[in-house]
């Protein structure tokens, strides 16, 4: 790996105190733009997308690049590694399948619970950015998909691995990565920050098992997916063309 440009101590300290203020401020950025319609449900979307680029991935890109990494190199780094290299690799086809069976059987629930007049289940209640009519379902493709590669750049790469070169401790960076993955959720209430940091914990456990980021991004995306699209679609925001919900 070449040596990195911004001594990795000294770049800890700026991304620790930069993480925590978004901790902190309760949510990431977002970028405002001059779209039609501005102030509705799907504007607040895409901004949040984009606001999540500009807050997770050009950060961990830019990291990464001052630490001498590529942000999509070959394998785990070997600073993050917790098994033996020796270790073999979880294939990673049976978790697209089960990501696909997993998205098939929560629509179905979802559409069965909606047809008979009954709520779904949510962990956290998130009124912006739940699509209500067919309008909305494309911001909301866009901000899972920003959501999954940016949180996974930052939070399961280039944190834990900055941690981990400054402490020596792959293991302590991973459990401190998934915290602050958390904490920066707390916008979705307690439950929802405890649910999401179990997430991401998960998430680093697949990266480990797969020394693929891929796979966690993919993971990430299909969650979200499945949140602010495949439940929105199978309760019948696509009958709904208003821009916030009307016929």
């Known amino acids: 790996m070449p040596a990195p ?5 000294i770049l800890l300290l700026i991304v620790a105190a930069y993480t925590l203020a978004i901790a902190w401020r309760g949510r990431t950025f977002r970028v405002r733009l001059a779209l039609p319609g501005r102030g509705t449900r799907g504007d607040r ?3 949040w997308a984009l ?16 630490l001498g990494q590529g942000p999509l190199g070959a394998g785990q780094p070997a600073a993050m590694r917790v098994l033996p290299d020796d270790w073999p690799l979880l294939p990673t086809t049976p978790l697209v399948l089960g990501m696909a069976l997993g998205s098939i059987v929560n629509a179905a629930i979802t559409h069965w619970r909606w047809r008979r007049g009954k709520t779904a ?3 956290a209640h998130l009124p912006d950015v739940a699509p209500q009519a067919r309008s909305e379902l494309w911001p909301a493709t866009a901000l899972s998909l920003s959501a999954g590669v940016s949180e996974e750049l930052y939070f399961r790469l280039f944190l834990p691995l900055l941690i981990a070169m ?8 991973t459990i401190l990565a998934t ?10 209430g307690v439950r929802g920050m405890i649910a999401t940091t179990i997430v991401g914990g998960g998430l680093a456990v697949i990266y480990g098992l797969t020394g693929a980021l891929w796979m ?5 995306v299909v969650i979200d997916l499945n949140a602010l699209v495949v439940r929105p679609l199978a309760r019948g925001a696509w009958r709904r063309s208003g821009p916030e919900g009307r016929a």
């Open 121 to 123: 289940f949510e962990i």
């Open 5 to 9: 440009i911004l001594p990795a101590p």
């Open 45 to 47: 979307m895409t901004a």
């Open 51 to 66: 606001g999540l680029a500009v807050s997770f991935a050009l950060p961990a890109v830019l990291g990464l690049a001052l």
């Open 166 to 173: 400054v402490s020596g401790d792959a293991v302590m960076a």
């Open 216 to 220: 966690a991004i993919a993971l990430h």
């Open 179 to 188: 915290l602050l993955f958390g904490a920066v959720h707390r916008y979705q």
